[in-house]
């Protein structure tokens, strides 16, 4: 059965598909083109400050210009839920192949996980931001932002690993199918869970509210200020305290992913 057009849009769709008609396909673009802030705006939370959100947008374009051409749409989806995948997909793609974060600060990253461990055989004990701040001489922020910026690229390192062993029609983050996992792996993921949900518990009410708001509702930082009535800034030093806090257990879950 041929695909009704009756909408504003679905016009825009036909004479896109049909035609190929520039001024249609410039209209869907600027259309959707806030999903493309909206996932710039998400995946920047987690990259260094001095990566150019510009660059990311101009990823994030490619991906809504490749989901305009390869979307189908007769099929029974929404554009806005395929352009998604290809959206965030070429940031994180784009991201990977340019080798975002520098050796330096890999190297960076990599001598403060062994000063912590340090520190807290020394202490017998989780080290918090400001002690491990202080060990290492570091300011805290700096601290946040490098534990944060390393956990995000063991993401997309394993991310890259599994792509090189699967075709995928969608380049974005990886979920196994839990039927593949053995018995002993679904155990060890389900403690992980456990463990973490037990440590989020722990956490204080704003960093609970902004780590649900992030990655159970996708809200955007900006988003989640309004809301609280807090700037985005404070927002992202919020996440970012959080993100340190579950650091051991985060990282423990994505090797189990």
């Known amino acids: 059965m041929a695909k009704q057009y009756s909408t504003e849009e679905d016009l825009l769709w036909k004479n896109w598909i049909e035609n190929k ?15 493309v802030s909206y996932h710039v705006q998400r995946i920047g939370a987690s990259i260094p400050k001095n990566i150019s959100r510009d660059e990311l947008k101009s990823l994030g374009m490619m991906g809504l210009f490749d989901a305009l051409n390869k979307f ?3 099929r029974d989806l929404k554009f806005d839920t395929y352009a998604s995948f290809r959206v965030r997909g070429a940031i994180i793609d784009g991201l990977r192949k ?13 001598k403060l996980e062994v000063k912590i461990e340090e520190l807290e055989q020394r202490l017998m004990r989780h080290a918090s931001a400001e002690e491990i701040a202080d060990f290492v001489e570091m300011p805290i922020e700096d601290v946040y932002q490098t534990v944060q910026e390393h956990f995000f690229s063991n993401v997309l390192s394993i991310d890259e690993q599994l792509q090189d062993n ?11 199918d839990d039927s593949q996992k053995t ?9 992980l869970i456990q463990d973490l ?12 509210l902004v ?7 996708e809200l955007t930082l900006t988003v989640i200020g309004e809301m609280l009535g807090l700037s985005t800034s404070r ?23």
């Open 197 to 208: 949900a037990k440590q989020i518990n722990q956490l204080n009410e704003n960093e609970q």
């Open 21 to 35: 008609d520039p001024q249609a396909g410039d209209l869907l673009i600027r259309k959707y083109t806030p999903l």
């Open 72 to 74: 189908d749409y007769s």
């Open 98 to 110: 340019e080798d975002w974060l520098p050796r330096s600060s890999r190297e960076k990253a990599k």
């Open 166 to 176: 699967e075709e995928m029609e969608s380049k974005s983050f990886i979920i196994r």
């Open 235 to 257: 927002i992202s030093q919020i996440h970012s305290k959080a993100l340190f806090k579950l650091r051991k257990l985060l990282g423990n879950e994505i090797m189990n992913v």
């Open 183 to 191: 018995p002993e792996q679904q155990m060890v993921k389900h403690e």
């Open 211 to 217: 780590l649900s708001l992030f990655y159970t509702e």
